[in-house]
Every structure is written in C-alpha cells, then in structure tokens.
C-alpha cells in the first residue's frame, strides 16, 4: 500500500507539474445532425487522443505557442483549428461539427458524409425520435416503423422483432442492461418506457445477426446513448397526455456534466376512447438522471440512476361491442362492478467507470443493482349479455339488442405478489491498433426473486358455475345433479423463491482493410453464458451454452455506392423467471436455453434521385430455433409452458427506402414479410402468436413552402393480423384463426416558433428560448378499428364460442407545446 501511494503521490506531482506549463482543450465532437462521434482522432504535433463513446474528449497541448489540431474520423473530411494560442492552465471549449462538404478551419463549421454502417446496425436520428408523433412517443414509437418490427398495439411499448416476443429484446443505456416489469398484463398499464427521449442523444438498433458484445437473447438490441452535456439547458414538454421536462448542466471546468429528467403520464385520454366505459385514474411517473464526473483525461465515472412509480386504478361501468356480419350483426353488453389497484414501482442505479490506459486501450467497470416491487389488487364482476341487433331501418329501436343468445357473469380476482432484486457486475475492454480491434468482457449477474400468485376467474352461465374442462369434474350438468367443491374455471396459487446466478464473458476481433480496389470489414467473436437456478423447494439445475457468431461486409469499387453484409450465428436465450414459471405457476429450473441460428443477408445502396439523397436498405434472413419454450400471448401477457418441447422456424426479407422524399427532411417507407411456424410436441407446425406475415411503414415529413416554420410529421402503420388466440383450456391447433389487419395512422402539425435557425434580438420575448413550438397531434387518423384480443363468449343455443375483438384506440385530438432554453 506505501509503494501504490508513493507512485500515486508522484504521479499526480508530475501532473502538476504539467500542467503548469500545458492547456487544456475539451469538448464533445458531433456529426451533422447533432449525434455524437466516437473513435475521432485528436491531434497535435505528437500528441493525440480519441473521443469516447459519448464523443467526449480532452486533449492537452503546450501552452503560449501557436498549435494546429486536426479532427479526423473515417467517413469524414478532416476538421483543422489553426493557429490556436492558449495561456498556461487555461481550458478551451471547442465542439466541431463534423459534416459531409466542407472542411472546418478556425472554428468555422464544416462536414462529411457519413460512412456506411458495416455491423447491420440502425442509426435512429433523436431529432425524429422527439417530433414524431404517436400514443407513445419516442423511441420505440420509431422502430415500430421499421419493416422487421411489429407491434399492433398503440398503447405498448412493447415490440417483437422477426418473429419473437417481448421477452427476447435487449435494452441497453450506456451500456447499462435495463429491465421492464414483470406482472403487466395489458397495455393500458404498462405507463411509461424506461428510455427518456429528452436525455437521448444516440439510438443504435440491431434486429438480429448481431455481434457477440451484446448478451444472450434471441432477437434484437436497442442500444441507447443519454447525453453527455456541453453546456446548460432546459426542455419542457406539455400535452393532454402528460408532461415532461429535463435539465442539462456542466461545472466551469468541464469536468462534472448531468442530465436529468423528469416525466408524468396519463393515458386516461386513450383509454377512455375504447369500448370500455371506466372510471380511469392512473399515475405513471419516473426521474432519471445520468451524470459524469471526469477525474482525469485518463479516468470516467459515470451515473445512472432511474426511480418509476406507475399506480393503476381502473373501475370499469360498461362496455359494448358491435361485432358479427351485416347479415348477422351481433352486440355484446357488459355491466361491470369492483376496480383494479395496481402498483408497479422499479428503481435502478448504476455506476460506469471508463479507464483510458493510453490512445489504443480503454478498460470499463460497470456496475448496476435493479429492483422491483409489484402488486396486483383485482376484484372485478362482469355480467355480459350476447344478442342480436334490431336492423329494421323502419324500427324505432334500430340497433338496440332485441334478443339475447347468452346471459352469464365472470367474476375475476388477483392478490399477486412481486419482489425483484437484480445486481450485475461486468468489465469491459477494447483495444485498437489502427483498422483492428479486439473487445472483450465478463459479467456477474445474480437474481433473487420472490412471487405470489392468487388469481381465480369464476364463469357463471344460466345460474350455475362452470367448471375447468378436466376429467376430475365430468358431468352431466344440469340434467344431473353434481356435488363437489366450488372451483374456478381458472385458477392459480402459487409461491416461488427463485435465485439464480450467472456468469457470461465474450471475446471478438474485428478489422477493416483493402483486398485490391474493394473494402471489407470482419467480425468474429464468441461468448459463453453459465447459469445456476436454485431456490425454496427447487432443484438445483446448472447449464452451460456457448454461441459463436460472425459479421463479414464488403463495399466493392463500383461506380454504384453499395455495400453488402452477411451475418450470422449462434443465439441463446438463457431463461428468466417468467420463462422457468409454468401455467400452473410452478417453477421448473431444469428448463433449457432457447436456441436461434441466424443467417442475414443484407445490402445498403445510396443514390441520387431528384437531386436528392436516398439509401436503399434490403435484408434477408432465416432463423432456425431449438428447445422453444412454447409460451401464449394475451394483450401484453406472456405465459410460458416451461419447457422445450417445441422447435420453430422463421424466414422473412424487408426493404426499407430512406432519405430526402421533401428537401431538408428525412422520411422512409419500408416493407416487410415473414412468416414463422412452431412444431410443439411433434403434432405439426402452426402459426406461432408473432407471425405477422406482411408489414408496411411509412414515416413521413413536410412543410408549406411559403411557410416553412409549419411542419407536418405522419407515421403509417399497416400489419396484417396476427393468430387471434384459443379460449381457455383450448387446444391451440384447433384455433388458429387470426385477428383482423392493424391499420394506423398518427398525424403530427406544429409550428417552430424559435429553432437553432430562426432567432430574434434580446428586446423580443422569444430571445429567451432556444426552441419553441407549438402544434396538435390527432392519433388514429382515420379512425381505424383495432384490435389486440379475443374475448370469447358462449351462445346458449349453438354452444359455439364467438371471439368478440377487443378493441384499441379510437381517433383522439391531443395538444402539444415544447419549449428549450
């Protein structure tokens, strides 16, 4: 411990001692539309240095002499500050831009075009993430748009990628794994996503093919990067569905920088557009912080921390439903009695530490400790009544129920229980020595969680209950009499005390380089993943998988600017809690890791049209997957079999055109098709709940010529429909009907009062802002009706089961006012 002190003693004495005759010059280096660059070269005669993944950088120089420092970055024309004199222990602030057609000299902007992205990786502008419009506006409101992403549920977050479910997307900010609560059943809980759009100032997006650095799921990585501020502002951000706000700042010395934000939430304007008549009194509410504290040019730390209370009331009165034919229209009536309490409350807090060891080496420490309380308080009576609507136009009760088919009531009921604790430990390391890199890590995962489950469902149809179809309560009901206890159609109690440790590590090498004329880059990594599962009246089970993966690109000497990309690999999916529960609720440890092997063939074309840029992306892909752990989707719910008695498959191409469709803008259209099928038990492959066959994007924007401050932004969305699920206690291979197509379209109108390019002089009340702008928003345009469920309801007479859709959103006008300082 003397020697450590002795050379810390010394080492910081001969900082000092630089320092008396060195400056200092900082900044962040961005690209054109204002995202940060990582991997720019910073020199100086001898001296030099990288930006860090926030673009950061810090770079010393010799102070009282006339210096040169050169910004350079693959894809990118060199930015020069010339002839820049600085006193001894001054710092100097300078934030180039690095752009596409000009060259940057004595502080004077300029730029470059950018590279192509040689990993298959999607780059999401936050500038469209913040304007386009949508129920749940921000980033996942964005990939939602893009050909292999489907969600046909405007009040989700949620989203499933190429043909899997929720539970298989990794959600990464700054590098730090955030998680989603656990007990949510329907969209219309859920609240607010876990990524602030006001912090984000980077969004990467990978739907499959991905590199071994990112963990163990089966289909996708949102990778999103908070900002690293560069000097003091204020965002507000008012509608009829909530509020946000948040709030940069930076020391004097540029050494401490935060982002905080805070956001509320009330989806009772949506809500309340549905068929569902309620009482609806939800609070969603988070504060997120993200902060850096730079020690040293050599060494980081970094904070994350994120507090989220979402409190759901719900006292439903009535519903009704027009659905059937026009030859045989049909209305199902609902009178409801009791509420919905429900509490989901997650914080998170996480600290990053980033070691610059020299120019080429860069050594990460993070560390993160997630929990959750949750609960679920359900009393809920349901009387229903299914009947025949009056056609007759010359009927003074034309479209009123004349007859009813079925006449019952359903009483639901839930005490569950959730505590989860998780706490992850990991390294990080790179290294690069010019176009090679070499990147690996180690990670600790260790997660307790505690459950208890007590939800019933009673069916009373004619005056007597209705028992599970099991061959415990045959009967011949009511002709017979029957005695026996009182049981739910659906019940389930259950405790779990679950703790599962994991150990996971990865290694790859990449290199860019020059075979002839053309340019190719590679990739090869690999990553194991160990798991212990062990807990209260549980075997204890470990397991082992180990996936090898692969990226390989080429951009050849072609007149045409095209690139093409082939990836693939092995994918698993080491199963989490909700995974290991079966639909009894037992916990089965000894259930396996679901297995994906991915093939993606891609190619990116730029091109000019109208005089305007355009890139043509196209993807084809193939996944094979094995120990499938079956699982049913109801709204947002997900309810595994835990097992792996399934094996799956999953082909599919999307196209996706972006680019300059009105000058100054950018827009998109994509497409995409799929399909994935599932072989459970060996009786045969059906469709799995995910497979949407067909998807269309449009994300489009615009302006008056004449008035150009007048903005319009429109997101479309058409997927056909997805299998529309069984009744209770069904055999899924005898329901394999599908619900009806989703159709949206979301339309956004604002007028940019002040903006980085329009300002006015400080006697004008608008000098105060940055930006302003003002504009309404009419969700579901055209009124379209979709739906997310089935509820399924008897007919006395026929006995047969009618899945009545549960309807989404209908058309709402919402009012929107952001304002910078």
């Given amino acids: 411990m003397k020697c450590i002190k002795t050379i810390l003693v010394f080492f910081f004495l001969c900082t000092a001692l630089a320092k008396a005759q060195t400056a200092t010059i900082i900044g962040i280096v961005l690209d054109e539309q204002d995202n940060t660059l990582a991997n720019v070269n910073i020199s100086s005669g001898t001296k030099g240095t990288f930006s860090d993944s926030d673009g950061f950088y810090t770079l010393q120089i010799i102070a009282d002499t006339e210096t040169t420092i050169t910004f350079s970055h693959l894809g990118h024309k060199n930015v020069v500050l010339e002839k820049l004199i600085l006193t001894t222990n001054e710092t100097f602030e300078f934030n180039p831009v690095m752009k596409t057609d000009a060259v940057q000299i004595d502080g004077v902007t300029v730029t470059a075009r950018g590279e192509k992205n040689v990993e298959g990786i999607t780059t999401i502008s936050k500038k469209i993430i913040q304007k386009i419009p949508g129920a749940n506006a921000g980033v996942e409101n964005i990939l939602k ?27 990464y900010v700054n590098e730090i794994e955030v998680y989603r609560p656990f007990l949510i059943r329907s969209a219309q809980q859920e609240g607010l996503s876990f990524v602030n759009s006001d912090l984000v100032s980077d969004v990467k997006f990978s739907p499959g093919g991905f590199q071994a650095k990112y963990g163990d799921k089966l289909s996708s990585v949102l990778d999103i990067t908070y900002k690293n501020p560069i000097n003091f502002g204020v965002q507000l951000d008012l509608s009829f569905l909530g509020a946000s706000a948040s709030i940069e700042t930076i020391s004097k010395n540029k050494n401490f920088s935060s982002i905080s934000g805070i956001r509320y939430r009330n989806n009772g304007l949506l809500v309340n557009s549905q068929d569902t008549n309620t009482n609806f009194n939800p609070i969603f509410f988070d504060v997120q912080t993200y902060s850096t504290y730079r020690f040293s040019n050599k060494f980081h730390l970094s904070f994350l921390g994120n507090i989220a209370i979402n409190n759901y009331k719900n006292e439903p009165l009535t519903r009704r439903t027009n659905f059937g034919t026009l030859n045989e229209p049909r209305a199902l009536l609902v009178f409801y009695e009791g509420e919905e309490n429900n509490k989901y409350n997650t914080a998170l807090g996480a600290l990053k530490a980033n070691y610059f060891l020299n120019d080429n080496t860069t050594l990460k420490l993070i560390s993160s400790i997630y929990h959750a309380t949750e609960e679920e308080r359900s009393d809920v009576i349901a009387q229903y009544e299914l009947g025949e609507i009056d056609t007759n136009l010359g009927s003074g009760t034309l479209g009123e129920v004349m007859s009813s088919r079925g006449i019952g009531s359903q009483f639901n009921r839930a005490r569950n229980d959730l505590d989860a604790l998780i706490f992850n430990l990991s390294h990080k390391g790179s290294h690069n020595k010019g176009e090679k890199s070499i990147e690996w890590g180690l990670k600790y995962t260790h997660e307790d969680i505690r459950d208890q489950i007590r939800e019933s469902e009673f069916i009373d149809s004619l005056g007597f209950s209705v028992r599970p179809p099991f061959p415990d309560f045959i009967n011949n009901q009511p002709e017979e009499p029957f005695e026996g206890a009182l049981v739910p159609f659906e019940g389930l109690t259950a405790r779990n005390f679950v703790k599962t440790n994991r150990f996971s590590g990865y290694v790859q090498y990449s290199e860019q380089l020059n075979w002839k004329t053309n340019s190719i880059y590679y990739n090869i990594g690999v990553r194991t993943h160990h798991w212990t599962v062990s807990g209260t009246g549980i075997p204890k089970v470990s397991q082992t998988v180990i996936s090898p993966r692969v990226q390989f690109a080429i951009k050849p000497d072609w007149k045409e600017d095209m690139l093409f990309r082939l990836s693939g690999g092995v994918y698993h999916q080491p199963p989490f809690y909700r995974e290991l529960r079966d639909s009894l609720g037992t916990v089965r440890s000894n259930v396996k890791a679901q297995k994906s092997v991915h093939l993606v063939l891609g190619n990116e074309y730029s091109f000019i049209l109208w005089e305007r840029p355009f890139t043509l992306i196209s993807e084809t892909y193939y996944k094979k997957l094995n ?195």
């Fill in 145 to 171: 748009l893009l050909p292999g992403v489907s969600s046909s549920n405007e009040l989700s977050t949620q989203y499933s990628v190429r043909g899997g479910n929720f539970d298989e997307n990794l959600v």
């Fill in 627 to 821: 120990n499938v752990n079956p699982y049913t989707l109801e709204d947002v719910r997900i309810r595994y079999a835990a097992n792996n008695t399934a094996k799956a498959y999953v082909y599919g191409a999307e196209v996706r055109m972006n680019g300059a469709f009105v000058p100054g803008t950018e827009s998109w259209v994509s497409i995409g098709y799929l399909k994935t099928e599932e072989n459970i038990n060996g009786r045969g492959y059906i469709a799995r709940p995910t497979d949407q066959r067909l998807k269309f994007g449009i994300l489009f924007q615009d302006y008056i010529p004449n008035i150009p401050d007048l903005k319009m932004y429109m997101n479309l969305v058409y997927n056909t429909g997805v299998p529309g699920g069984s009744p209770s206690h069904a055999d899924p291979y005898l329901f394999q009907n599908r619900l009806r197509d989703y159709r949206r379209a979301d339309l956004g109108i604002s007028y940019i009062f002040v903006d980085e390019k329009k300002t006015y002089p400080k006697t004008h009340w608008l000098n105060s802002f940055k930006g302003l702008s003002a504009g309404f928003e009419i969700f579901n345009l055209f009124n379209n009706q979709n739906s997310i469920t089935n509820t399924w309801v008897r007919d006395v007479d026929s006995k047969q089961q009618f899945a009545i859709p549960n309807f989404l959103t209908s058309r709402v006008l919402n009012l929107r006012l952001s304002a910078r300082f």
